[in-house]
């Protein structure tokens, strides 16, 4: 990894930190169709895992947040995950307040690149150092459904900064990632 990535990196705090044995991992729920991320570690990257909610003693009540955000040395991606591809088709997932699933996902990315904005220029300041990650991108990964579906999606992507992606899991809710999957995306 860089030289400035990794001190970077080194700065955070172990709470947002997810590597493991050559790999970083993100572990959703036991109830969700994706539950198990692998991404593995090559390259100039490094992951942050995020809770289902971040709440610093600023706040009264928790944040909603995306569940991961990749840091390469030219892109940042914020990463929701979802059991659905949030589409016209998925009105039945709809949340309590009339929330499509890819509109709370856009929220969720935008609440986790202003956490994220807020670290690395409190990074610059203490530092005194210039790291600056303009490239941003959000993603939303849905599972691939088992029957292909003939009909085009609904959803309107040009109207959205929020890029959709479906990704197939193994039978166990695991998918294994890299780099590359990501900037394929942008």
């Known amino acids: 990894m860089r030289k400035d990535l990794q001190d970077f990196y080194s700065f955070l705090s172990e709470e947002l930190k997810c590597e493991n044995n050559g790999f970083y991992v993100i572990k959703e729920k036991k109830d969700s ?3 198990h ?4 570690k090559y390259g100039n990257f490094f992951v942050l895992k995020q809770k289902d909610g971040f709440k610093t003693g600023l706040f009264k009540e928790a944040i909603s947040s995306c569940d991961f955000i990749v840091v390469s040395d030219d892109k940042v991606y914020f990463v929701e995950l979802k059991s659905t591809s949030g589409d016209k088709k998925d009105d039945d997932n709809k949340t309590p307040n009339d929330e499509t699933p890819r509109d709370k996902a ?4 935008e609440n986790s690149q202003l956490l994220f904005d807020y670290l690395y220029s409190a990074y610059n300041l203490q ?3 210039n790291l600056n990650f303009e490239n941003k991108q ?3 990964l ?4 088992a029957i292909s579906e003939k009909s085009p999606t609904n959803m309107d992507t040009k109207n959205s900064s ?3 992606k479906e990704v197939e899991c193994d039978n166990n809710g695991c998918i294994e990632l890299d780099l590359d999957f990501f900037k394929k995306i942008g």
Do not use: G
């Open 162 to 164: 929020l890029i959709p």
């Open 33 to 35: 169709t994706i539950r």
């Open 142 to 145: 849905y599972p691939k459904r």
């Open 106 to 109: 856009l929220k969720q990315c």
């Open 37 to 40: 991320i692998t991404i593995k």
């Open 138 to 140: 959000f993603i939303y």
């Open 127 to 129: 530092k005194s150092a």
